[in-house]
């Protein structure tokens, strides 16, 4: 009968450890379902907003007036004001 005893422990170990799983992933798996969720939203809005403001960079670059490059002279006509 003491040699039964181990054996009903290690069951009811196994049974508990079981229990306890079963329950903390029905805890835990929708709240990663969740989670997951959100931030493929924010991955693609911000996918979205990178787009556009490439799209508004591109046309504001693509103007028809030319301008010079500086190379270093003056910002003004008159020079740079100092002696």
Do not use: H
């Not at 969740?34 to 556009?52: C, F, M, Q, Y």
């Amino acid at each position: 009968m003491q040699g039964n005893i181990p054996r009903q422990i290690e069951t009811s170990l196994r049974i508990a450890s079981v229990v306890v799983f079963c329950i903390g992933s029905a805890l835990i798996i929708p709240r990663i379902v969740d989670a997951t969720t959100i931030l493929s939203r924010l991955a693609g809005n911000s996918a979205r907003v990178i787009e556009r403001s490439s799209q508004t960079l591109k046309t504001e670059s693509s103007s028809d007036t030319y301008e010079p490059p500086n190379n270093g002279s003056p910002d003004s006509q008159r020079g740079t004001g100092t002696r």
